[in-house]
């Protein structure tokens, strides 16, 4: 299994950026297909982007598009999600995710293993 402990959330305001860290703990790290997903207060789970094993393959939202970025450093056992250009309706507790791979699912109920979330909040 595979421990995960996401860092990076906070307040800040419409426009700015922020980078999110999910470190990972155990041996099959690299082997393993790593998602984001987000959650609003009164909202569904809702996909962010999430990466193959060797960071080549990797899929977004149509609502972060070209505004994230997802990164993995297998050597470190770490991944990120590099937000630029904050919006106030990207607010919600963001989830790093672990899945077995190789395929990169996109469903939340496809990744075993989650973090314990990182608070996102974008002031307008």
Known sequence: QVQLV???GGLVQA???LRLSC????RTYSNIVM???RQAPGKEREFVA???RTG???YY???VKGRFTMSRDNAKKTVYLQMNSLKPEDTAAYYCAAAAGPYVPRRGDEYAQWGQGTQVTVSS
Request: charged residues 15%; negative net charge; proline residues 0%.
């Open 6 to 8: 996401e860092s990076g």
């Open 15 to 17: 426009g700015d950026s």
């Open 23 to 26: 470190a990972a703990s155990g």
């Open 35 to 37: 998602g984001w997903f």
């Open 50 to 52: 999430a990466i193959s």
């Open 56 to 58: 080549l393959t990797i």
């Open 61 to 63: 939202s149509d609502s």
